[in-house]
């Protein structure tokens, strides 16, 4: 049985930590989505790259839809994610880390749902990303030293540009404290499919007008090497603790009947 299934960033390499990896394509409708399979502390993982392309693409041009769907087809239930983000408060500095609890979404244009045709359920999106896998997480974080922010407030943007310094003021002023371009479609849909869904953010950068230097993605780089490497870290944790504790049943979880299909 997989344990969980892991969306990755471009900086998350599972072949590095995963034992028995090996290379599978899992079914999405009509489509194949690349992954790899392996072992942590005697769990099964699934890991897919949030873009699988082999070539950079902008975040409203990712299939977002196929990687939930191709996970939930595989039978995983529970679904991590890492989130590179930019801060929106001085408060908040590079190299923090933060169990998100709630997005606002500015996207459009992109695929931000999992339903089409007559066939749909108006989503509870009330605590969008699971309280127990969320809990999970943090403990697992404390149990390797590391210090994590217990919750943290997403917000989306469609990109690929950066946010001016009027937005990122805004965003804060509305309760934001992290900026990103994906997850929140990540988190959407995985609720619309019914799998418990939780992220492990890092913050790389200051947003627009918090820091002397320019927006170009290449300053940062180095930091999210570190972050992808504490999010390896934790996933070990968390595959030793779900060894350690035996499985319990995600199919309890309230995140699996939080979309019933309207009839």
């Not at 002397?212 to 570190?226: G, N, Q």
Request: charged content about 20%; overall charge negative.
């Amino acid at each position: 049985m997989v344990e969980f299934g892991i969306i990755a960033s471009q900086d998350v390499e599972p072949s590095g930590w995963l034992a028995n990896s090996r290379e599978i394509m899992l079914s999405a409708g009509d489509a194949s989505v690349p992954a790899t399979m392996g072992t942590l502390h005697g769990c099964e993982l699934i890991v897919l790259q949030r873009n699988s392309s082999g070539r950079p693409l902008p975040p409203h041009a990712l299939d977002y839809r196929a990687n939930v769907e191709a996970l939930a087809q595989a039978g995983v239930r529970r679904v991590l994610t890492t989130a590179m983000v930019g801060s929106l408060r001085p408060s908040i500095p590079t190299g923090t880390m933060l169990i998100l609890d709630q997005f606002i979404d500015f996207t459009r244009d992109r695929q931000s749902t999992y339903f089409s045709g007559s066939e749909f359920g108006h989503a509870d999106m009330t605590e969008p990303y699971c309280p127990a896998l969320r809990g999970h997480l943090i403990r697992c974080a404390e149990a390797i030293g590391l210090t994590v922010a217990p919750s943290g407030c997403y917000v989306c943007v469609s990109g690929p540009r950066f946010e001016t310094r009027a937005e990122v003021r805004m965003f804060a002023q509305l309760g934001g404290d992290v900026v990103g371009f994906t997850n929140v479609t990540d988190c959407v849909l995985a609720r619309e499919a019914g799998l418990c869904f939780a992220t492990f953010a890092g913050v790389v950068n200051l947003g627009a007008g918090l820091s002397t230097h320019d927006m170009r993605s290449e300053h940062w780089r180095d930091a999210r090497k570190v972050h992808a490497a504490r999010f390896t870290d934790i996933v070990a944790e968390m595959a030793r603790s779900f060894g350690a504790a035996g499985t319990d049943t995600p199919a309890r979880c309230r995140c699996a009947t939080a979309a019933p299909i309207e009839t």
